[in-house]
């Protein structure tokens, strides 16, 4: 199957590590990494200055798309890398690192999916993210449903805008 891409928006992140202490990864992350990246700016804050982040969300199926159809499309940067894909309700609440689960719901999550994960706490792997997100759904379901975001990495600073500035609903 030939799931679309669409470019949501263009953000400002803080570049440092912020809040992620041990008990807080220990209870969010699948993963121990000192900084994860994530769609969600409660795990990683928008700020002033720092990295420009290009968001979209993948749509698997023609429901993805209903959530995301008032956003404006942005046009993705030639310059960008991958950081990965995050996984996060409509509301942009990772369920990948900001959603707790049951301590042994948790130790079931790290052995099935902590290998799949990148340096930032991502999936690097499409079909990785798009498993998480049915498992997500299931395991954490005042979240349901969730949906299959990229992240990139861009220098395009100057159309980077605050996450308050998307239209209201979003």
């Not at 902590?114 to 049915?134: I, M, V, Y």
């Amino acid at each position: 199957m030939i799931h679309r891409e669409f470019y949501l928006s263009i953000e400002l992140r803080a570049d440092t590590a912020v809040d992620w202490l041990a008990e807080r990864r220990r209870r969010y992350l699948l993963v121990d990494v000192a900084f994860p990246r994530s769609v969600d700016t409660r795990a990683w804050p928008n700020a002033a200055a720092g990295l420009a982040l290009l968001v979209s969300v993948v749509e698997a199926s023609e429901e993805d798309h209903q959530p995301f159809g008032s956003w404006d499309r942005v046009e993705p940067p030639s310059g960008r890398t991958f950081l990965g894909h995050d996984v996060a309700d409509a509301n942009m609440l990772s369920a990948l690192s900001n959603c707790g689960l049951a301590p042994r719901e948790q130790a079931e999550a790290r052995c099935r999916w902590a290998l799949r994960l990148n340096q930032h706490h991502l999936f690097e792997c499409l079909d990785d993210a798009l498993a998480f997100r049915h498992y997500a759904n299931v395991h954490v379901p005042e979240h349901a449903p969730v949906f299959v975001f990229g992240l990139y990495a861009t220098d395009a600073t100057d159309t980077a805008r605050p996450v308050s500035a998307l239209p209201a609903g979003c």
